[in-house]
């Protein structure tokens, strides 16, 4: 079972670009569809983007298209999330995930196994 660990979060204003990444252990990263989740506060856990194991299939919510995306390097088994033309909505901790899916895309957070501990975002107007 893969572990995972985000970094790449911060302070930024708003119009600007984040680059997420995950990076996770064990040697069957590819087999995992990954998936990227936020939480703002008081609020639940939505999802973002996901990616096939291949990288071949990708997925955004729609309050995110056109300003992220998601890719996966397996060599490196890390999976990232550039966020572009960020907004104060934004602002969350977002959470890298793994399912065990592979081949096709995951949207609910019971698909998912393993989560990551998280990394904040915070966009200020």
């Known amino acids: 079972q893969v572990q995972l660990v985000e970094s790449g979060g911060g302070l930024v204003q708003a119009g600007g670009s984040l680059r997420l990444s995950c990076a996770a252990s064990g040697r069957t990263f590819s087999y995992y569809t990954m998936g990227w989740f936020r939480q703002a506060p008081g609020k639940e856990r939505e999802f973002v983007a996901a990616i096939s194991g291949s990288g071949g299939s990708t997925y955004l919510a729609d309050s995110v298209k056109g300003r992220f995306t998601i890719s996966r390097d397996n060599a490196k088994s890390s999976v990232y999330l550039q966020a572009n033309s960020l907004k104060p909505d934004d602002t969350a901790v977002y959470y890298c995930?793994?399912?065990?899916?592979?081949?096709?895309?995951?949207?609910?957070?019971?698909?998912?196994?393993?989560w990551g501990r998280g990394t904040q975002v915070t966009v200020s107007s």
């Open positions: 995930a793994a399912s065990p899916l592979g081949h096709t895309i995951a949207l609910a957070t019971a698909q998912y196994a393993v």
